[in-house]
C-alpha cells in the first residue's frame, strides 16, 4: 500500500510541474499576442521558476530516496539542465530581451511539458502497475 501511496503523490507533483510550466507558456502566448506587457509577463514567469526548480529537485530526490531507479534516472536530466540554467544564471527572464528571446523561451517550455508528460506517463503506468499488484 506504500508503493501505491508514493507513486500517487509523485502523480499529482508531477502534474503540478506540468500546471508551472503550462502557466510559464501561457504567459509567453500572452505576450506574443501583445495581450501582457512585458514587465509583468517577465515577473509572473520569474515568480514561479526558482519553486519549479525546487519542485523538480525535490521530486528527483523523492525518486532517489524510494528507491525507484528508473524513474529517478529519467528525471535526472531534466534536474541537470535545471542546475545548469541556475548556474549559469540563465533561469530567469530578462525583462528588456524577452521579445528576442520569446522563440527560444517558448521552445524551452515545450520541451520541459513534453518531458514532464513523458514522466507523468511513466508515474502513471508505476501507478498502475503497483495498483494491480495490490490487488492481487
Given amino acids: 500500500m506504500v508503493t501505491l501511496w508514493l507513486w500517487l503523490f509523485s502523480f499529482f507533483f508531477l502534474l503540478g510541474l506540468l500546471?508551472?510550466?503550462?502557466?510559464?507558456?501561457?504567459c509567453l502566448v500572452?505576450?506574443?499576442?501583445?495581450?501582457?506587457?512585458?514587465?509583468?509577463?517577465?515577473?509572473?514567469?520569474n515568480r514561479v521558476v526558482?519553486?519549479?526548480f525546487i519542485a523538480q529537485g525535490a521530486l528527483c530526490f523523492f525518486f532517489l530516496l524510494t528507491g525507484n531507479?528508473?524513474?529517478?534516472?529519467f528525471s535526472l536530466p531534466y534536474l541537470c539542465y535545471?542546475?545548469?540554467?541556475?548556474?549559469?544564471?540563465?533561469?530567469l527572464v530578462d525583462v528588456t530581451e524577452?521579445?528576442?528571446?520569446?522563440?527560444?523561451?517558448?521552445?524551452?517550455?515545450?520541451?520541459?511539458?513534453?518531458?514532464?508528460?513523458?514522466?507523468?506517463?511513466?508515474s502513471?503506468?508505476?501507478?498502475?502497475?503497483s495498483i494491480s499488484v495490490e490487488d492481487e
Avoid at 500546471?19 to 501561457?26: D, E, H, I, V
Avoid at 531507479?69 to 534516472?73: D, G, K
Wanted: charged share 20%; glycine share 2%; proline share 3%.
Fill in 30 to 45: 500572452d505576450l506574443e499576442y501583445d495581450y501582457i506587457n512585458p514587465y509583468d509577463s517577465a515577473s509572473r514567469i
Fill in 69 to 73: 531507479w528508473l524513474t529517478f534516472v
Fill in 124 to 129: 502513471l503506468f508505476w501507478l498502475l502497475s
Fill in 19 to 26: 500546471c508551472t510550466l503550462a502557466f510559464q507558456l501561457m
Fill in 82 to 91: 535545471n542546475v545548469r540554467l541556475y548556474m549559469e544564471r540563465r533561469h
Fill in 98 to 122: 524577452i521579445y528576442n528571446q520569446l522563440r527560444w523561451e517558448k521552445k524551452q517550455r515545450f520541451l520541459k511539458i513534453g518531458y514532464v508528460i513523458l514522466l507523468v506517463f511513466l
Fill in 50 to 52: 526558482l519553486p519549479e
